[in-house]
């Protein structure tokens, strides 16, 4: 892939997704949210637009709306994104829930605003996404303040198990689990005294190459910006122990001053090829041109990876050291043995309804998974 960028306006925190033959392109607008479609994924300047939610003027939840990410789950379209009160600034960020009436997710009319996330914690809130290790339990992760905390110092990836595409299990019965703090140098500015773990995304590549989530680590108003990976330790593990996940030490995806851009990669989402034998992933990321220039210029991009930069002793990715050539893949080198990784003949591309489109599963024919009750949640538990 050319890592140019592939509009022709700011697309911080892109989102997409490959579904109808076609891609379609999220990313954050302020105060509305558009669906954007493409037959190619690198080329959304003359895309087909749809405005499907875009609150009044000063009305509730009309500020601050980010990271809009598009989901199919049960067969029915969802769109999970941030939005505020108007004046009531960061303390005020929930997540929001829009669904659709139609299996085109074009279709503007279809779509409706549900509202706050229910069950979710009264506490800053942002970035969510949906995702499903098993194809049978869905979860939600989240970029968060603890609960009282206002001091905007400590903001973290949180995880807990949703009822419905609708409702989370109420706080005050599962307390959401802190997966992920920003405690590496890396991830840490203003002297140290403030990190940030946020844009989570869902990544579950074959053979066990990677599953987990990778993350945004340091603060997108600054060039230091980067993709962490989180890594679920075991297919078993449960999502809701903190003990389950494990952050790799190094970035998967940094820049470099000291070479031309783009600065500043983060927020990023993933498709993986659906070519038998090809094990490329594509990373859709947003970036600025030059040095230095907080959230002007944040452009989506495509850079093409491979399982070794997932591998945990991996070194990081150097998006700058992208050359103007289609077959580019990867940056930086792996100091570690490659690993070969071998993909079934007969393997297919499968979307499971529970997780979003952008992720492909190889997996058996096993029935998609139901939907929880509150009950037996508990049961389980």
């Given at each position: 892939?050319?890592?140019?960028?592939?509009?022709?306006?700011?697309?911080?925190?892109?989102?997409?997704?490959?579904?109808?033959?076609?891609?379609?392109?999220?990313?954050?607008?302020?105060?509305?949210?558009?669906?954007?479609?493409?037959?190619?994924?690198?080329?959304?300047?003359?895309?087909?637009?749809?405005?499907?939610?875009?609150?009044?003027?000063?009305?509730?939840?009309?500020?601050?709306?980010?990271?809009?990410?598009?989901?199919?789950?049960?067969?029915?379209?969802?769109?999970?994104?941030?939005?505020?009160?108007?004046?009531?600034?960061?303390?005020?960020?929930?997540?929001?829930?829009?669904?659709?009436?139609?299996?085109?997710?074009?279709?503007?009319?279809?779509?409706?605003?549900?509202?706050?996330?229910?069950?979710m914690p009264e506490?800053?809130?942002?970035?969510?996404?949906?995702?499903?290790?098993?194809?049978?339990?869905?979860?939600?992760?989240?970029?968060?303040?603890?609960?009282?905390?206002?001091?905007?110092?400590?903001?973290?990836?949180?995880?807990?198990?949703?009822?419905?595409?609708?409702?989370?299990?109420?706080?005050?019965?599962?307390?959401?689990?802190?997966?992920?703090?920003?405690?590496?140098?890396?991830?840490?500015?203003?002297?140290?005294?403030?990190?940030?773990?946020?844009?989570?995304?869902?990544?579950?590549?074959?053979?066990?190459?990677?599953?987990?989530?990778?993350?945004?680590?340091?603060?997108?108003?600054?060039?230091?910006?980067?993709?962490?990976?989180?890594?679920?330790?075991?297919?078993?593990?449960?999502?809701?122990?903190?003990?389950?996940?494990?952050?790799?030490?190094?970035?998967?995806?940094?820049?470099?001053?000291?070479?031309?851009?783009?600065?500043?990669?983060?927020?990023?989402?993933?498709?993986?090829?659906?070519?038998?034998?090809?094990?490329?992933?594509?990373?859709?990321y947003h970036a600025?041109?030059?040095?230095?220039?907080?959230?002007?210029?944040?452009?989506?991009?495509?850079?093409?990876?491979?399982?070794?930069?997932?591998?945990?002793?991996?070194?990081?990715?150097?998006?700058?050291?992208?050359?103007?050539?289609?077959?580019?893949?990867?940056?930086?080198?792996?100091?570690?043995p490659q690993r070969?990784?071998?993909?079934?003949?007969?393997?297919?591309?499968?979307?499971?309804?529970?997780?979003?489109?952008?992720?492909?599963?190889?997996?058996?024919?096993?029935?998609?998974?139901?939907?929880?009750?509150?009950?037996?949640?508990?049961?389980?538990?």
């Amino acid at each position: 892939m050319s890592n140019k960028v592939i509009a022709h306006i700011d697309t911080p925190d892109p989102w997409m997704v490959q579904a109808n033959g076609v891609y379609y392109l999220t990313f954050t607008l302020a105060n509305r949210i558009e669906i954007w479609e493409s037959p190619l994924m690198e080329d959304f300047f003359n895309a087909r637009k749809a405005l499907v939610w875009q609150p009044e003027p000063g009305s509730r939840w009309a500020a601050d709306i980010w990271a809009p990410e598009l989901h199919l789950i049960k067969g029915v379209w969802y769109i999970y994104a941030t939005a505020s009160q108007p004046g009531v600034g960061n303390p005020g960020h929930r997540t929001i829930v829009l669904r659709s009436a139609s299996q085109d997710p074009m279709e503007e009319a279809a779509w409706e605003f549900i509202g706050p996330l229910k069950g979710m914690p009264e506490a800053f809130s942002i970035d969510a996404t949906v995702f499903s290790p098993n194809g049978e339990d869905l979860y939600i992760c989240w970029s968060g303040w603890p609960v009282g905390d206002n001091s905007d110092t400590k903001q973290d990836l949180y995880v807990t198990q949703m009822i419905s595409p609708e409702e989370v299990v109420d706080s005050s019965i599962l307390p959401p689990a802190c997966i992920a703090c920003a405690d590496l140098p890396w991830e840490r500015f203003d002297g140290g005294r403030r990190g940030i773990n946020e844009g989570p995304t869902w990544l579950n590549l074959p053979n066990g190459a990677f599953t987990g989530i990778v993350f945004s680590g340091h603060a997108s108003f600054t060039s230091e910006y980067k993709l962490g990976l989180l890594r679920l330790v075991a297919p078993n593990a449960d999502p809701l122990d903190p003990k389950s996940w494990e952050k790799r030490p190094v970035p998967l995806l940094m820049n470099d001053k000291s070479m031309p851009g783009p600065y500043a990669p983060g927020h990023a989402s993933f498709l993986l090829s659906s070519e038998p034998g090809d094990d490329k992933v594509f990373c859709i990321y947003h970036a600025t041109d030059n040095w230095g220039e907080g959230f002007a210029n944040r452009k989506a991009r495509v850079i093409v990876m491979g399982p070794e930069h997932f591998a945990p002793d991996a070194q990081p990715i150097c998006c700058s050291k992208a050359p103007d050539n289609p077959f580019w893949r990867g940056g930086a080198t792996v100091d570690s043995p490659q690993r070969t990784l071998s993909r079934r003949s007969t393997a297919r591309q499968k979307i499971d309804e529970f997780a979003n489109w952008s992720l492909f599963i190889l997996t058996s024919d096993a029935a998609i998974g139901r939907v929880l009750t509150s009950e037996s949640i508990m049961k389980r538990r």
